[in-house]
């Protein structure tokens, strides 16, 4: 089959692999509908050392069970299904909790023998605890919102669930990529009813607009936590979801958040250390949560809203691209021309 | 009047200062019927800058009102009041919500024209907001636990509340100094039926024990978090409650905590950046949390507590000095050689 390969920092080629085999009785076999590209793999795109050795990548994919293992229950050949960017037993004490990323028998697409997830299919490891089944037909027109909860729409969500934002709470999202974005909606549908935007891409906070954020601020920087603060009363806002990853949107997320308030980040952290100081964090009794989302956890609440059509998280795909063309859509997002790249092998 | 002044790391004065007198219409005079010395003088105490000026110090005070400006209501001269380590007007937004520390028109004891808690008597600006009524006479043997509410148990019980201390999660407490003892106190009142005590002074562990740690531990650093992650089946604990301030109990911290976890802290950090990357926060789910405790917010929750002598905080007063006797109890207490110093003007 073919599938993508991450060989260095810009340079991604999709080459022929071996087809997946079924290797533990916990396996299934998935021929991926779709796929797509997240922020987070271009960390690696744009970082990655050249190598003679190509890595398999992507994490986010949908598709169509066409073999399982023996053990595997409660999945047949023909079923759609969708998969959390990281594979989980789903029996463990820490998924019980809703914490699979912490999954004592569990790990990420692409590392060692598992397979990426853009490519033609996917061997899929504990595939009764990680996959999803959807009561849907390989044709639906819900197959973009229905990818998002691979990923970046339970990543938005976990943003505004660890920050608690409810509809009592003022919002700033800072980001206004596919994560902030998906941040704003899940807010919104959490109940909140002030949300400030940052960013700076007009057809982007477009779409924030849209997903439910109520003003945006283009500033950056302390010109931007000064417009917030403006728009705040002075105080900033009770919740900042910080879904960017980089220092100078932490330092954002210090700045434009209330005392008592809590920032939760779900942008991979570019950084080692933060500031935890006395006048930073502890006399202003700031919260600093999120992490990594646990997407296998949340697509059961989700997943009815966006079979109803209530929200419509895939509208952060403004591209799609055949497998062969995974390499441009990489480019594409990485010179911020695409929002979202949407694979269909 | 006679009060307390530090002019320098190690110099700790008791000298005549003008008796307080009202100000404002919102404030009362309080004489002191007890002191004490917290953890946090310490820091001043081992490092400030020698000066000929002496600033006066001290924030925990509980007394007998003597009179009040004509805007102070709900106060009479003889009540019996605690004073928390802050003063607020206990009316504003922030206040409102519990988080006196951010109160609009609050302040520090010490600070600018404002008396220091360890002298004869304090001018208390918002006073109706800051002060605390207690229904007890001024000869109650309940005065040392009802003077731990105003900062050392409400600070050890903030620790455990914001870490989301309950009957179902482990916890590991940090420090064996009267902050770390009280939070001991509060999480096993909060329900905690796991507290793991991380200290070495075997009287204050014991007595830790006594408030309802289950296991101690006197390792420190990577000794220390090994024994409690295999005292916690290697996983380490749900809740921390860092009751120290500095960087190696920070580090402890994280090592101790457990996937999905909350660390909270109230010793005050005396550190400006700390650990917050992939591996050591984002990945791992961490939460941090805690800061400077609302204490006023605390004390009618807790106060039925101690009348009913349910619990007895005040055990962390291990020495009690007359006011001339202060800079010896400063020094007991940095020497370690006391716990918690009770001053009795």
């Given at each position: 089959m073919?599938?993508?390969?991450?060989y260095g920092?810009?340079?991604?080629?999709?080459?022929?692999?071996?087809?997946?085999?079924?290797?533990?009785?916990?396996?299934?076999?998935?021929?991926?509908?779709?796929?797509?590209?997240?922020?987070?793999d271009?960390w690696?795109?744009?970082?990655?050392p050249?190598?003679?050795?190509?890595?398999?990548?992507g994490?986010?994919?949908?598709?169509?069970?066409?073999?399982?293992?023996?053990?595997?229950?409660?999945?047949a050949?023909?079923?759609?299904v969708?998969?959390?960017?990281?594979?989980?037993d789903n029996?463990?004490?820490?998924?019980?909790?809703?914490?699979?990323?912490?999954?004592r028998?569990?790990?990420?697409?692409g590392?060692g023998?598992?397979?990426?997830?853009?490519g033609?299919a996917?061997?899929?490891?504990?595939a009764?605890g990680?996959l999803?089944k959807?009561p849907?037909?390989?044709?639906?027109?819900?197959?973009?919102?229905?990818?998002?909860?691979?990923?970046?729409?339970?990543t938005?969500h976990?943003?505004?669930v660890t920050a608690?934002?409810?509809e009592?709470?003022?919002?700033?999202?800072?980001?206004?990529?596919?994560?902030?974005?998906?941040a704003?909606?899940?807010a919104?549908?959490?109940?909140?009813e002030?949300?400030?935007l940052?960013g700076?891409?007009?057809?982007?906070?477009?779409?924030?607009?849209?997903?439910g954020?109520t003003e945006?601020?283009?500033?950056?920087?302390e010109?931007?936590?000064?417009k917030?603060r403006?728009?705040?009363?002075?105080d900033?806002?009770?919740r900042?979801?910080e879904c960017v990853?980089t220092?100078?949107?932490l330092e954002?997320a210090f700045?434009?958040?209330?005392?008592?308030g809590?920032i939760?980040?779900?942008?991979?952290?570019?950084?080692?250390?933060?500031?935890?100081?006395?006048?930073t964090?502890?006399f202003r009794?700031?919260?600093?949560?999120g992490g990594?989302?646990p997407?296998?956890?949340?697509?059961d609440?989700l997943?009815?809203?966006v079979?109803d059509g209530?929200?419509?998280?895939g509208?952060?795909?403004?591209?799609?691209?055949?497998?062969?063309?995974v390499?441009?859509?990489y480019?594409?997002?990485?010179?911020?021309e695409a929002?979202?790249?949407?694979?269909?092998?």
């Amino acid at each position: 089959m073919r599938a993508t390969l991450l060989y260095g920092a810009g340079d991604v080629r999709v080459e022929d692999v071996p087809d997946p085999k079924l290797k533990l009785p916990t396996d299934a076999i998935v021929r991926v509908l779709r796929a797509c590209i997240c922020g987070s793999d271009l960390w690696p795109y744009a970082s990655k050392p050249s190598s003679d050795h190509g890595d398999r990548i992507g994490h986010e994919f949908l598709g169509v069970v066409e073999e399982t293992g023996s053990e595997v229950s409660g999945l047949a050949p023909g079923d759609v299904v969708v998969a959390p960017f990281l594979w989980s037993d789903n029996t463990c004490d820490f998924c019980t909790e809703g914490l699979q990323p912490s999954c004592r028998h569990g790990g990420r697409w692409g590392a060692g023998d598992v397979d990426g997830g853009q490519g033609e299919a996917v061997r899929v490891p504990q595939a009764a605890g990680t996959l999803v089944k959807l009561p849907v037909g390989e044709d639906t027109a819900l197959l973009p919102s229905l990818l998002t909860l691979s990923d970046v729409f339970p990543t938005g969500h976990h943003c505004a669930v660890t920050a608690g934002v409810d509809e009592r709470t003022s919002v700033t999202v800072i980001g206004d990529g596919a994560v902030g974005l998906s941040a704003v909606l899940a807010a919104r549908r959490l109940g909140a009813e002030r949300i400030i935007l940052m960013g700076r891409h007009t057809s982007r906070t477009d779409l924030g607009r849209e997903f439910g954020a109520t003003e945006v601020v283009a500033e950056r920087g302390e010109e931007g936590v000064a417009k917030v603060r403006d728009l705040s009363g002075g105080d900033g806002t009770h919740r900042v979801l910080e879904c960017v990853g980089t220092k100078p949107a932490l330092e954002t997320a210090f700045g434009v958040a209330r005392e008592g308030g809590v920032i939760s980040r779900v942008g991979v952290p570019q950084y080692e250390e933060g500031p935890m100081g006395f006048e930073t964090m502890f006399f202003r009794n700031i919260t600093l949560t999120g992490g990594v989302a646990p997407a296998r956890a949340y697509i059961d609440e989700l997943l009815p809203d966006v079979l109803d059509g209530k929200i419509e998280p895939g509208k952060v795909f403004d591209r799609t691209v055949g497998l062969d063309e995974v390499p441009d859509g990489y480019r594409a997002m990485a010179d911020r021309e695409a929002l979202k790249v949407m694979v269909r092998p």
